[in-house]
């Protein structure tokens, strides 16, 4: 990987911990100690996590079968993404981030155990579902960004983008493992019991966190205030073409193609005609290509030819998501979100790392808000929007529109890249970065 100016260094090994030597290939980030105690912590909690998420979404359907109430909780789960992401990201860039990351660790957990006290109470009711939705969007708001940043501190720019792809990896691996458990944990003894496992599943990662060695966390000098700070963000995404298009492409995606897993639910009952089994086994064939995607960026050893990798994924995501569409069967279902998973993961994972890439130390974490309110925070009203045409049209109808649309996402970025010619490597690299 070309060297990158001496202003962007990372932090010497002994700061963070990192062990002499270390192999090559995708296991060398392993050499980093502190990464070592995140990814243990992150590969017991993400499939806690994923448990949670298809819980929730077949207990708002079963209480009140509805495609409009699923939409609208996607909308309340994600909105505080949207609007909040902007000041977990200058807090990320001016406060201890391991603090940070450990009280949004606490909040999580106790949020899911409160999920899971009602449930397996009986007490539950829709509004309760979404207020701990909504509370848990808000904490993710400073987690997201905070946990976005925090990599580059752990592992430094050079290991960068094996550690992304290898979180994309994990999560992914996650991803086929927490929906299959919880489609059977709900079908033998309830969704209690998923935000119960969830809730415990917190404990390993806020212990690694409490455990890592880094150096200690300097204030920076007094500055602009948030507010400042959130505009001198916003400014800087907006004159560089590269962060500017990629942030386009990542939120245009996210709001057409998010409500294919919001609508999921829907699709197992009405149009495959399954069950809670039936809708984890949709979201682990999605999780099998996401990995798929996942391990493949891993295996890169720098960010070479990323913007064509995005553009790729961009055309892939569209093509299986309109086949997706046109599924009337389990096993034809379960093929087309293979595809469907590794196109998102790809894209979404290449886009941040190109935007890490690209931006100066100084910004990274206002930049990485800015990408969790695209990736993310544009999902409530890709949520509200496909739950209001689902029930209007039907899912498969609005399925086959999302993909469509997104195929018109893929030529746009594909022309823009095309019309910058042999500058995007440089830009990939880190160069051009104002």
């Keep these: 990987m070309p060297p990158f100016p001496d202003h962007h260094a ?14 090559s290939g995708p296991l060398r980030v392993f050499r980093h100690r502190n990464y070592r105690l995140f990814f243990g912590g992150q590969a017991i909690s993400l499939p806690g996590t994923w448990m949670q998420s298809m819980a929730q979404s077949w207990l708002v359907y079963r209480l009140s079968e509805s495609s409009f109430v699923l939409g609208a909780l996607g909308f ?26 450990v009280g949004t660790q606490v909040a999580s957990m106790l949020l899911a155990l409160t999920a899971a006290a009602l449930t ?46 290898l979180n994309s990896s994990m999560f992914n691996a996650a991803r086929v493992i927490g929906p299959t458990l919880a489609g059977l944990m709900v079908a033998a003894a309830g969704e209690g019991w998923c935000f119960l496992l969830n809730g415990v599943s917190f404990v390993p990662v806020i212990a690694g966190l409490l455990m890592m060695r880094l150096p200690a966390h300097v204030p920076p000098p007094p500055g602009p205030s948030t507010l400042q700070r959130i505009r001198e963000g916003l400014g800087f995404a907006v004159r560089h073409e590269g962060i500017r298009t990629t942030l386009l492409l990542v939120g245009a995606t996210s709001l057409i193609a998010v409500n294919y897993s919001v609508l999921m639910p829907v699709v197992a009952d009405k149009v495959l005609g399954g069950n809670a089994r039936t809708l984890g086994l949709l979201l682990g064939a999605a999780g099998a290509g996401a990995l798929l995607g996942a391990l493949c960026l891993a295996s890169r050893r720098d960010s070479k030819g990323l913007f064509r990798w995005t553009l790729y994924a961009a055309m892939g995501l569209g093509a299986s998501l309109t086949a997706f569409a046109l599924c009337r ?8 979100l293979v595809p469907v998973g590794m196109g998102m993961v790809v894209l979404m994972a290449s886009a941040n790392t190109l935007l890490q890439i690209m931006s100066p130390d100084a910004y990274r974490g206002r930049v ?5 309110m695209m990736f993310l925070g544009m999902g409530p009203f890709g949520s509200l929007l496909g739950g209001a045409m689902a029930q209007a049209l039907g899912p498969s109808t609005t399925l086959l529109l999302s993909g469509i649309m997104c195929l018109g996402n893929a030529l746009w970025f594909g022309l823009w890249l095309r019309r910058r010619g042999d500058g995007i490597e440089d830009m990939a690299r880190g160069g051009n970065r104002d």
């Design 10 to 23: 990372s932090s010497p090994p002994g700061a963070s911990g990192d062990t002499p030597g270390g192999s």
């Design 76 to 101: 309340a789960a994600q909105l505080p993404l949207f609007a909040l992401s902007v000041f977990g990201g200058a807090l990320a860039d001016s406060h201890d981030r391991r603090a940070i990351l």
């Design 120 to 165: 397996m109470t009986d007490l539950v009711q829709v509004w309760h579902v979404f207020v701990l939705a909504t509370a848990l969007g808000m904490v993710n708001a400073f987690d997201v960004p905070t946990r976005q940043s925090f990599v580059m501190d752990m592992v430094g720019r050079e290991d960068l983008p094996t550690a992304i792809g």
């Design 329 to 336: 069967s389990v096993w034809t279902a379960l093929l087309a």
């Design 368 to 372: 990485m808000a800015l990408f969790s």
